[in-house]
């Protein structure tokens, strides 16, 4: 039996602790190789000559490079981990490696007691969480798209929490494109859409120019007809997060175009302007795309009203699909489109707007609350059972 955990405990001088725990030959075999493996470990000792039990080794994650650090190592992070242990009372039969990271700061009284308070937390913990087995796989998944790692600073969308608001980016100049995504508010709930025309005049690189003012959600309105694979790749190389292909497209280009969303890891959009029936092009696809959107085209707009409510969203088939719907998409039909789409469009109603940001807001405003209101404070649902 092995299990694993981690912790990391402290804001500007942190402790990094990571647990093999375990008993069993399996186990035996795990802690013999990290005692014998450069930078040398040592065993988790209360003092001199006094090694905890279950029999525990401190094993640095990195070289040693100075006498501070190794002072630091032999000392108060060592004493930390030894103290962890001890009081957790674990089965004898145990045997834990803990690797830790060792920082090279001023030795003083002061950054002395912060390694030894911070390496005592979170050896409990992370011991505590590997023989909890923490984190359930229900917890990941509740996670995943919520998770702001600190050193990266943005999350990963990927479009698990609708409804949304995609910003359409039809724009004429780079300064209006600018001066739109500026004022947008700051919200998980704002997609932003390069749109065919915005790309046509400044070409795929224009999307490097977006992603320099806005880190989050973009997608790449090629409306690819054909070449899909070709098309996406480029757009994958831009940063896009998601491609649009063209349903009237030969089925070959979409599929390739699915496929190669899926092998860069990118998020794939058909768009079904000028059918008649999206959802049997959808049923006839292999490979099946991540979004499938209804569009009313501009140009339509003023004859073709009921288009965007030629889905049945009640239908099994749909209920698994993410659905957007672009053109036509304003604010007083928000309400409405909301409970059948995942993905609500508007273009010429922001960008064309006086204050685009104020449009911006009223509609998300509609859609629910964004991620940051109910985030969790550090791991707070690890609780006690009472």
Known sequence: MIKFGEAVLGKNLKAVVNVIIGKGSEMDIAFTNALTRTPSPIFANLR??????????VVPRHDIKNEIQDELLYGVIQYGVAKAVADLDLDEDLKAVITVSVPDVPYTTLNKRKLFHYYYGATKLAITRAL????????????????LHPLVGFR???????????????VPTIENM???????????????????PLIKKYGIEVIEHIRELYDGYIVADLKTLDTGRIEVRMAFECTANAVVLSGVAPKATILKGIHECEKCGIMSYLDTINMDDPLKLY???????????????????????????????NNEKMKKLILGVAGGVSMDSIDELKTKYDILVVGRGI?????????????????????????LYLDEDEDIDL
């Open 48 to 57: 001199d000559n006094l090694i905890v039990k279950p029999l525990s080794i």
């Open 132 to 147: 909890n087995e923490y984190p359930s796989k229900e917890k990941i998944k509740k996670e995943k798209y919520r998770a």
């Open 156 to 170: 990963d969308i990927r479009l698990e929490r609708p409804p949304y608001l995609q910003v359409a980016l039809d």
């Open 178 to 196: 600018e001066f739109i995504i500026e004022s947008l508010p700051k919200s998980d709930r704002i997609l932003i859409e390069a749109g065919t």
């Open 283 to 313: 049923s006839s696809l292999e490979i099946k795309p991540d979004v499938l959107m209804v569009h009313r085209g501009i140009d339509e707009e003023t004859f073709n009203k009921d288009r965007i409510n030629i889905f049945n969203t």
């Open 351 to 375: 960008t064309k707007s006086r204050d685009p940001g104020r449009v911006a807001r009223a509609i998300v405003n509609k859609l629910g609350d964004d991620i940051e209101q109910y985030r």
